[in-house]
T-cell receptor, first 115, second 112 residues
Framework: DAGVIQSPRHEVTEMGQEVTLRCKPI?????LFWYRQTMMRGLELLIYFNNNVPIDDSGMPEDRFSAKMPNASFSTLKIQPSEPRDSAVYFCASSRPSGKGEKLFFGSGTQLSVL | QKEVEQNSGPLSVPEGAIASLNCTYSDRGSQSFFWYRQYSGKSPELIMFIYSNGDKEDGRFTAQLNKASQYVSLLIRDSQPSDSATYLCAVKLGNYGQNFVFGPGTRLSVLP
């Protein structure tokens, strides 16, 4: 089975530009998570969806960030306008809710650099 | 107060030794506990999970959970240089839906 697929792997952009990150979860997984990882703050949850519905977006840093999940096999995280402090690795993860046994599986991540 | 804490390391052990990684968490209602391994420049990879008090063994890895002390540990026996990585402790919070919270990670270096 294919794992969680993210694109692009690397993104370099200039401050003020719009950035869109993409994610395809594992087939059959109906929960999807967006995390951001930096040296200073570690791995932080931004938002997660259950059955395509956003459940908790309290980790989204500000209105410049938005996430959508139009169907069970695709999600986007958009930053508009981007700022240098948004530079980080953004991971998408998916899971099949199963109570205590639920496990997260991560994609390869998108390394974002905002100049 | 951070919800999941780990020593950042680096923790250095000689090849063949036992590496012991520790994690504490603040939410007493937490249900499940995970150890992820992350190589430099790669994504986190699940290596162990545990949700009952006691020990759980999988090959060279043993996870230990003590809910009364709010403490999780990971033991790696017969450490190999290929075990050198950052180990992330993650906790699924008890009453917060599917909120998985990660610790800052402990960097492990296994010296040949």
């Amino acid at each position: 089975d294919a794992g969680v697929i993210q694109s692009p792997r690397h993104e370099v952009t200039e401050m003020g530009q719009e950035v869109t990150l993409r994610c395809k979860p594992i087939s059959g997984h109906n929960s999807l998570f967006w995390y951001r990882q930096t040296m200073m703050r570690g791995l932080e949850l931004l938002i997660y969806f259950n059955n395509n519905v956003p459940i908790d977006d309290s980790g989204m840093p500000e209105d410049r960030f938005s996430a959508k999940m139009p169907n069970a096999s695709f999600s986007t995280l958009k930053i508009q306008p981007s700022e240098p402090r948004d530079s980080a690795v953004y991971f998408c993860a998916s899971s099949r809710p199963s109570g205590k046994g639920e496990k997260l599986f991560f994609g390869s991540g998108t390394q974002l650099s905002v100049l | 107060q951070k919800e999941v804490e780990q020593n950042s390391g680096p923790l250095s052990v000689p090849e063949g030794a036992i590496a012991s990684l520790n994690c504490t968490y603040s939410d007493r209602g937490s249900q499940s506990f995970f150890w992820y391994r992350q190589y430099s420049g790669k994504s986190p990879e699940l290596i162990m999970f545990i949700y009952s008090n006691g020990d759980k063994e999988d090959g060279r890895f043993t996870a230990q959970l003590n809910k009364a002390s709010q403490y999780v540990s990971l033991l790696i026996r017969d450490s190999q240089p290929s075990d050198s990585a950052t180990y992330l402790c993650a906790v699924k919070l008890g009453n917060y839906g599917q909120n998985f919270v990660f610790g800052p990670g402990t960097r492990l270096s296994v010296l040949p």
